[in-house]
C-alpha cells in the first residue's frame, strides 16, 4: 500500500496538525454516520496529541475512543494506557466521549481478551482513525519482534478483535487489536517523532521480515492508505 509522509517542523506543529485531521475526520464520520470511533496508542509520544484534540470543537457525545493496545494492568497503574487517555485525552471537550478500556480484572489475560472483543464488538467496522505508534524495535500496537500470538495478530483473514501478546521487549503482558481490525480504518496513521525513530522507519522500508520488523505488516499490507506523521 502506499504510504504518505506528513512532516512537521517540531512536536508541537506535529501534534496541531494531527489532530486538525483526526477532529476533521470525526467530525465528517459523525455528519454522515451519525457517529465515530477512534483507536489510540499509548506510549510517550502521543500526549501532546491528545492535549491538543481534547480542546477541539466536535460532538465528542458521539465519540467512541478505545485502545490500539494496553497492558495487563489496571487502570491505576502507571503504565496502563486507559490511565494515560484518561488523563490526556478524555478532558475537556473530549470528556463527552465515550470510551472503551481493553483490560478487565478478569482471571486470565485470555479471559480479558475476550471480554474486551465483545465490548468492542460495535465499533471499528471499521474504525474511523486508528492511531498507531512505533517503537525502535519496530514493534507498532502490541505487534512485538518475535511476540508468541505474532502470526496470528498479524493474519489480515483472521478475526477482528483483541489477542494476547508476550514478547521479550514488551515488559508485561499485552491486549492488542488484530491487525486484520486496524489495517482498514478510514484514516490510518502511523504517529512518530524524532530522527531516529525516521531511520527506523527506513530500516523496515529495505526489508520484508515481518517477525523482526512488524510495523513491515503495516507498510507493506495494510488496506487503507498508511499516513505517516512526523516531526523531527
Ligand atoms: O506503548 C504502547 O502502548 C504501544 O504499545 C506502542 O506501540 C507505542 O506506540 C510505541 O512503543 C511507541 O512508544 P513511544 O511513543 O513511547 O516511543
Do not use: C
Amino acid at each position: 500500500m502506499t504510504a504518505t509522509l506528513h512532516e512537521f517542523a517540531d512536536a508541537a506543529a506535529l501534534a496541531a496538525g494531527l489532530a486538525d485531521e483526526v477532529a476533521a475526520r470525526l467530525g465528517s464520520a459523525i455528519q454522515q454516520r451519525g457517529s465515530a470511533s477512534i483507536a489510540v496508542s499509548g506510549g510517550s509520544t502521543p500526549k501532546r496529541f491528545f492535549e491538543t484534540l481534547s480542546s477541539r470543537d466536535i460532538d465528542w457525545s458521539k465519540v467512541t475512543v478505545t485502545l490500539v493496545d494496553e497492558r495487563f494492568v489496571p487502570p491505576d497503574s502507571d503504565r496502563s494506557n486507559h490511565l494515560l487517555v484518561a488523563t490526556h485525552l478524555l478532558k475537556d471537550k473530549a470528556a463527552q466521549a465515550a470510551f472503551i478500556p481493553l483490560y478487565y480484572d478478569a482471571p486470565t489475560i485470555e479471559d480479558a481478551a475476550v471480554i474486551a472483543t465483545e465490548k468492542t464488538a460495535g465499533i471499528g467496522n471499521p474504525f474511523d482513525v486508528a492511531i498507531l505508534g512505533m517503537g525502535g524495535d519496530g514493534h507498532t500496537a502490541s505487534f512485538f519482534p518475535h511476540g508468541n500470538n505474532l502470526a496470528r495478530a498479524l493474519d489480515l483473514s483472521g478475526p477482528r478483535g483483541i489477542l494476547t501478546m508476550q514478547a521479550e521487549g514488551a515488559g508485561e503482558e499485552r491486549l492488542t487489536f488484530s491487525f486484520a481490525s486496524l489495517a482498514d480504518a478510514r484514516f490510518l496513521v502511523v504517529h512518530i517523532e524524532g530522527q531516529g525513530k525516521k531511520d527506523v522507519l527506513e530500516q523496515a522500508k529495505a526489508g520484508s521480515d515481518e517477525t523482526d520488523m512488524p510495523i513491515r505488516a503495516v507498510l507493506n499490507r495494510a488496506a487503507s492508505p498508511v499516513e505517516i506523521y512526523w516531526a523531527p
